[in-house]
């Protein structure tokens, strides 16, 4: 026999078991609806994947997993989804929560599912993806997710059943170890399987279950020629709550004590819950989901109090209504034993997979608490803590709201099992101030977790600022270094621009008159002949002929149709239409015009250029073209005749003009504080600079000059 060990505090309430030990587990009937919250676990809600007019059947998805702590949702029933809505839901704070109605069609149709015939040949991985698909939660109150327990990091040497069931009034897994233990084996050996088949498997009873325990005993006797796993040894040990704890269910059968913040795996040691167990045989030895649980419902409020099978999605009243239950006799119903529970806001609310008992007690079964009083100091609080934690400390500081305190003292180490408050003399509800604590510090939590996100974000908002900022005074000092090297490469073409000019002057004006000769080319090339001309223009004024004629008909059949009452509508019509007869006729003389036009310009082909002008109204772009020319072929004449100090003299005044044009723009870009402030700044000195080269070519030229012609001059200005 196993050793066991004892754990600090702990309280013997009255259990009350017998009441709903009575007969065997009772099936209920099929609701007329099914009410499916979202979030019926730990962690993050699921997600519906079907709509408002669905048609579903038993065992059916209905809302997917969103994250690794989730679990998905199945239709517990065929039916018609109804409605996805805010509905009450059961919770200690009474609130509303989505959830997934179903108007159940009563057949009752499942879908296709199968099971796996020998569990032993798949890995692990495959049989938590089964577990993980079949939403399965933890059934003993806490309703962590099942497949997130069995992937532990750490290497597990013991597998422990909670067989415990210490809340007094609740007998749901008493009587399924009853009459389902073979089954439940079954379910251990999967777990087993799924664990690496740890070195040992505790099944952790209290000794307040003879019955449970003998047929447990019995089915291990029955399989154990047949086992593949390591040997199953249930433990018995002294009743006493809440023994059902998981850290002090693992103290009892280990001795090992979970330190605070860490996870029972950490020792190597996995926990789950006998009807978890149960729930995942089903899953992989019938292919089933986790769609009913078994739910004690009992109290001297119920006439026919029991043990029974339920959907979950089932509303409290069509549960209650099975048990005989009088809500006369009943002043508050709790969801959960009488320690741990919590009062419901009405019987609308529905049966959820961690719904393990309905208590509905009279007011002579348990009566009202006096109220509360001052706390007198008394430590029994902490005398019957399982945890080992200091109550009283915790009160007073929850009641303060100093929650770096209640952490300091261990507050998420709680359970919550409610044994400081059954022994405190002055009746205070101290694990009301605990939940409630809890809560503000959760959400304190995510307050702050919002907040490091808004300020990472900030910060990288900002880095990303500075490193453009960056960036731009790299681009501007680039800029200025290329602005600096043009100067300097300005400075050195200017040494050279004299030799340039020199031999540029010379070839200037044969380059000039190749240009010219090139543009008239291009235009004798482009200029079409005047026949060409001609018949353009002739059949310009055939087509809008044959327009206006058109135009004209349609005017006159408007006119004709029209009555003696013309609607709005008609007289815009005719109105509308004389336009396009007038724009026609316009069209057609414009056409006429030009081809006499033409006519004019073939009879005065000797005339000079600015009768050329005149007449050829038809072309702008070929009297641009000879314009252009024309002066082209001028100023190449005019450059012939200069001397090289004309034409550098010629030159610098042209750059005189565009250096005041120039800093014209500089100033008006100053006063706007313009972006091209640097270009025209650049612009500037570059025509400086040229001026400057000018200048010294022509001083060089008057340098250059013969004394005589000097003398000649002055001779000629004395004369």
């Known amino acids: 026999m196993s050793k066991i060990w004892d754990i600090h505090g702990g309280i013997h309430p009255a259990e009350n078991k017998q009441q709903s030990l009575t007969g065997p587990l009772q099936a209920v009937s099929l609701p007329d609806s099914l009410i499916l919250p979202l979030s019926q676990h730990i962690g993050v809600p699921a997600s519906p994947v079907v709509s408002v007019g669905d048609k579903v ?48 069609d009563g057949h009752d149709r499942w879908i296709e599912h199968s099971a796996i015939a020998d569990y032993r040949k798949q890995t692990a991985a495959e049989l938590v993806a089964i577990i993980r698909d079949a939403g399965i939660t933890g059934l003993g109150g806490a309703g962590f997710p099942s497949a997130v327990k069995l992937q532990p990091q750490q290497a597990i040497d013991t597998l422990i059943i909670n067989a415990t069931e210490c809340e007094p009034y609740i007998t749901a897994d008493d009587q399924l170890m009853r009459q389902r233990s073979a089954d439940i084996l079954i379910g251990i050996d999967i777990l087993a399987h799924i664990l690496g088949d740890p070195e040992r498997v505790l099944i952790g009873i209290e000794d307040n279950k003879p019955e449970a325990q003998e047929a447990l005993a019995k089915a291990l006797a029955d399989k154990s020629a047949n086992r593949h796993g390591p040997v199953i040894d249930v433990v018995e040990f002294p009743t006493k709550y809440p023994s059902g704890g998981e850290k002090q269910l693992i103290q009892i059968l280990t001795g090992k004590e979970v330190p605070s913040g860490k996870l029972p795996a950490d020792l190597g040691i996995v926990c789950q819950n006998i009807g978890t167990t149960y729930a995942i045989y089903r899953a992989i030895c019938h292919g089933e989901p986790l769609i009913s649980r078994i739910t004690t419902v009992t109290g001297k409020a119920c006439n026919k109090p029991g043990n029974f099978e339920v959907l979950i999605g089932t509303p409290v009243a069509h549960l209650l209504e099975q048990a005989g239950f009088d809500d006369t006799l009943c002043p508050q119903l709790v969801m959960g034993g009488p320690m741990m529970g919590f009062a419901l806001p009405s019987t609308a609310v529905p049966v959820v997979k961690a719904t393990n008992c309905l208590l509905a007690t009279t007011a002579e079964e348990t009566p009202a608490l006096p109220p509360a009083q001052a706390c007198i100091r008394c430590g029994h609080c902490a005398d019957v803590c399982p945890a080992n934690l200091l109550p009283q400390q915790l009160y007073w500081h929850a009641q303060s709201r100093n929650y770096e305190r209640l952490e300091a003292h261990h507050l998420g180490d709680c359970i919550e099992c409610g044994a400081c408050s059954y022994v405190c003399p002055s009746n205070i509800p101290l694990v009301q101030y605990y939940r409630a604590a809890k809560g503000e510090i959760r959400l304190i939590n995510e307050e702050k977790q919002q907040s490091d996100r808004a300020r990472i974000r900030f910060e990288r908002h900002q880095a990303r600022i500075e490193q453009e900022e960056r960036d731009k005074a790299a681009k501007r000092e680039a800029r200025k270094l290329a602005a600096e090297a043009a100067k300097a490469k300005r400075e050195t073409d200017a040494k050279t621009v004299s030799t340039d000019t020199k031999n540029a002057s010379a070839e200037k004006g044969t380059s000039d008159l190749d240009v010219v000769q090139a543009a008239m080319a291009r235009v004798a090339a482009n200029k079409a002949s005047p026949q060409d001309q001609r018949k353009r223009f002739e059949r310009a004024i055939e087509t809008t002929a044959a327009r206006l004629a058109k135009a004209e008909q349609a005017l006159e059949a408007l006119m004709k149709d029209a009555k003696t009452d013309c609607t709005k509508e008609q007289l815009a019509q005719r109105d509308q239409q004389r336009a396009s007869v007038e724009q026609a006729r316009l069209r057609h003389q414009e056409a006429k015009n030009k081809l006499a036009a033409l006519d004019a310009d073939q009879a005065s082909e000797q005339e000079t250029e600015p009768a050329l002008k005149a007449n050829r109204s038809d072309d702008p772009a070929l009297d641009r073209a000879a314009t252009a020319i024309a002066r082209a072929q001028k100023n190449a004449a005019e450059q012939a005749l200069m001397s090289p100090q004309q034409k550098l003299q010629q030159l610098r005044d042209t750059l005189e ?28 000195a570059i025509l400086n600079e040229k001026i400057k080269a000018a200048d010294l070519e022509l001083a060089a030229f008057d340098q250059s000059r013969p004394p005589a012609n000097k003398q000649t001059e002055k001779s000629e200005e004395t004369q």
């Open 657 to 684: 003009k565009r250096l005041s044009k120039a800093q014209a723009r500089l100033a008006q870009a100053k006063s706007e504080d313009s972006d091209q402030l640097e270009a025209f700044g650049n612009a500037v």
């Open 57 to 104: 059947l038993k065992g059916q998805l209905i809302a997917a997993a969103k994250g690794f702590v989730s679990a998905p949702v199945h239709a517990p029933s065929s039916g018609i989804i109804s409605a996805i809505e805010e509905r009450a839901v059961p919770h200690v704070s009474g609130m509303q929560a989505p959830c997934i109605v179903i108007e159940t």
